[in-house]
């Protein structure tokens, strides 16, 4: 649960702007979305494996 203690008299736009920014370090949405659907460890691997290319591949061309 995310608290967030409010002082008094602060604007409510900008303790919705922290409660907003501090609900996506979290990462709670972003682990839903991964979680909404199975990817067998295979796929993962690949897509990991490919990033990491794509990565090193960049790296080498700034050079």
């Not at 203690?5 to 602060?10: L, Q, S, V």
């Not at 303790?15 to 839903?32: I, N, P």
């Amino acid at each position: 649960m995310i608290i967030m203690p409010i002082k008094e008299g602060e604007n409510i736009e900008r303790a919705l702007k922290k409660f907003k920014r501090k609900y996506e370090k979290t990462g709670v949405l972003k682990e839903l979305r991964r979680r909404q659907y199975f990817t067998k460890p295979s796929v993962v691997n690949r897509v990991n494996r490919l990033r990491a290319i794509y990565v090193e591949q960049t790296y080498r061309d700034e050079d």
